[in-house]
């Protein structure tokens, strides 16, 4: 099998209640590790996404190589590798933002549901709303209130019945587990919040739109503990109704959120599969030393 190559093959983990400690890491319990997840390899029906040997360049120089992956519908897939190794560069590609930069350019195949995001007649800003996405720094609009910051995309998209408006700023912040400290102050600038509510209003904003996927990069990176904490947790409820790509750095968190893990170097992917396995008994020998923390 070569190193590109999706691998759900490894065994499944026992069966247990207490969390795993593997050198510095602690994972969840064998017997959630095992409630989430898919035993099997995501298959075109059980999908969100299928990469098929995805290449980037910007101008001249390639950044990513060949990226064959698969990533299953409603788990949380962590993105981990050094910094440089191309984890955003595969994020943006994933719902077409990467093209924004001048000089960058990509080959291969992106299927959402089995649909060619980059086929013929296919409006990338309709592949954006399609896939959300979150970045490391939040950055709600800083002369909106709180309220307009979750509906500015629905408005821009012509929805314009305050009824509705109302009831979906509700629904977004609900799911993004900020409706109990903000009900009240909904008209208040965003700028009010703190750095962890901030970031929940940017996934509050992501989920209005009703995306079919969201993408991650590094949510919780500026946050302190306990933001990052929430964040944390709002992963397993999103997950529920959405598939969650998430990139991070933070070897802790992917071992306690994700259901897959992909380890990413130097624009390849080198090693993908449930997180337990890649944490506990990774095939390669480079994996090991990066979860370990030997090197990145
Ligand atoms: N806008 C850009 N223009 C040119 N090169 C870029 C751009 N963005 C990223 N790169 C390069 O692509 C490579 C991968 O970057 P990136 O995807 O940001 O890595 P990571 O997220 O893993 O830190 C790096 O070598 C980076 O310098
Ligand atoms: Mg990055």
């Not at 912040?173 to 970031?199: F, I, K, N, Y």
Request: neutral net charge; aromatic residues 6%.
């Amino acid at each position: 099998m070569s190193a590109n190559t999706l691998d759900m093959t490894a065994e499944r983990p026992a069966t247990g209640t207490q969390p795993v400690q593997t050198g510095k890491i602690v994972l969840a319990p064998p017997a959630m590790q095992a409630a989430r997840e898919r035993p099997e390899p995501a298959t075109p029906e059980t999908s969100a996404f299928m990469a098929e040997r995805v290449c980037v360049w910007f101008g001249q120089r390639q950044v990513l190589h060949d990226i064959t992956m698969s990533i299953s519908q409603k788990t949380v897939t962590a993105i981990i590798g050094p910094s440089g190794c191309g984890k955003s560069t595969f994020l943006r590609s994933l719902n077409r933002m990467h093209e924004l930069v001048p000089g960058a350019r990509l080959q291969g195949t992106i299927r959402l549901f089995g649909e060619n995001i980059y086929g013929a007649g296919i409006d990338p800003a309709m592949i954006r709303r399609r896939v959300g996405m979150v970045f490391q720094k939040s950055n709600p609009f800083p002369t909106m209130t709180i309220a307009e910051n979750v509906t500015v995309g629905l408005r821009l998209n012509g929805v314009r019945d305050r009824d509705e408006l109302e009831e979906r700023t509700k629904r977004a912040l609900q799911m993004a587990a900020l409706w109990d400290e903000v009900s009240d102050r909904l008209h208040r600038p965003a700028t009010s919040l703190s750095g962890g509510q901030q970031q929940r209003l940017c996934i509050a904003r992501a989920i209005a739109m009703e995306p079919e996927v969201i993408l991650m990069d590094e949510p919780a990176s500026a946050l302190d503990p306990i933001a990052t904490q929430k964040i944390e947790d709002l992963l397993q409820i999103l997950k529920n109704n959405y598939t969650i790509v998430i990139v991070t750095h933070n070897m802790q968190q992917a071992a306690r959120t994700s259901d897959y893990t992909a380890f990413m170097y130097m624009g390849r992917l080198m090693e993908y599969g449930p997180t337990a396995t890649i944490f506990q008994n990774p095939r390669l020998p480079e994996t090991l030393d990066y979860v370990t923390g030997r090197f990145g």
